[in-house]
């Protein structure tokens, strides 16, 4: 058990482990192991970084994350800035780095939150990857239609005028600014279906607020996807196995078998993680 634990302690905190003289400095200039993924799209048309801020009323806590929006000629991707350094660190060295350089980066660029979505522009599919360890789940949603109401306010956002409109979804309704000088259909999340980016966006619940910092021509040409060792699951299962693992700290390792159930329901509540859900399930 013991053994478990320690392996365990090393796959979430390999940065900290580093920091602490755990790994070698030999094995800081050995190359990395980059996991294996597949172009989606090499003809990136904008890059958008926006600032996610999600709220969690029951601890209560706030979490402020950088996130990147991808947009080309057929896919997006919505990820975070940790996630797209990465990327950027493989490109700009033009080859694989070593484990020293991805875990500087990681320290500095945490993968927070540990979630990537990828929507194809044509079939207007999307591709939802968690982590939630020690599994990582994969769901599609085809189901992702908004019904807007436009409304006739105004606002400047990023040095853009945008317009305002509003909708339901999934157990909230949704604020959002969008703009016609972007004329594309895109946004922050699952948000979509105006004629313009959605450059703002805020949930009625005041649990999640959204809003573009920067615009800019791409500095990663291509968007890429991971296709290997996900489990594939309905969107209901991911969103419940985030909950379960949140508010029941360590059930995704009960579940594998890495460590037993010995504590209190009580006590389990009592140590709750971070939770501040999107969506219903």
């Not at 619940?205 to 699951?233: C, D, N, Q, Y």
């Amino acid at each position: 058990m013991l053994k478990k634990l320690f392996i365990l302690f090393v796959l979430l905190c390999p940065s900290i482990l580093w920091a602490q003289g755990f790994i070698s400095e030999e094995g800081r200039n050995s190359p990395s192991n980059p996991e294996k993924k597949d172009t989606l799209d090499k003809n990136i048309r904008l890059e958008v970084f926006y600032l996610q801020t999600d709220v969690d009323t029951v601890i209560p806590s706030t979490q402020a994350n950088p996130m990147v929006l991808g947009i080309g000629e057929s896919f997006m991707t919505y990820r975070s800035y940790g996630a797209y350094r990465r990327d950027s660190l493989y490109v700009a060295k033009g080859k694989t780095p070593t484990w020293g350089e991805v875990l500087d980066l990681d320290f500095i660029y945490p993968n927070t939150p540990n979630y990537h979505l990828v929507r194809n522009l044509k079939s207007k599919m999307l591709t939802e990857s968690f982590s939630v360890f020690p599994s990582r789940y994969r769901c599609l949603d085809s189901t992702a239609v908004f019904q807007w109401t436009l409304l006739p306010d105004t606002a400047t956002v990023c040095g853009y005028l945008c317009h305002k409109a509003t909708a339901p979804f999934r157990g909230r309704v949704w604020t959002v600014w969008w703009s016609d000088e972007i004329p594309i259909d895109a946004g922050p999340w699952k948000l979509q279906g105006l004629p313009g980016l959605i450059l703002k966006a805020q949930d009625d619940k005041g649990m999640h607020h959204i809003e573009a910092t920067s615009i800019h021509a791409p500095r990663i040409k291509f968007l890429t996807i991971s296709l290997h060792r996900w489990r594939k699951v309905t969107r209901e299962a991911a969103l419940k196995a985030i909950y379960e693992d949140a508010t029941h700290p360590g059930a995704g390792m009960v579940a594998a078998g890495l460590i037993e159930k010995k504590e209190p329901e009580a006590n389990a509540k009592k140590r709750r993680i971070f939770y501040s859900p999107y969506e219903d399930f």
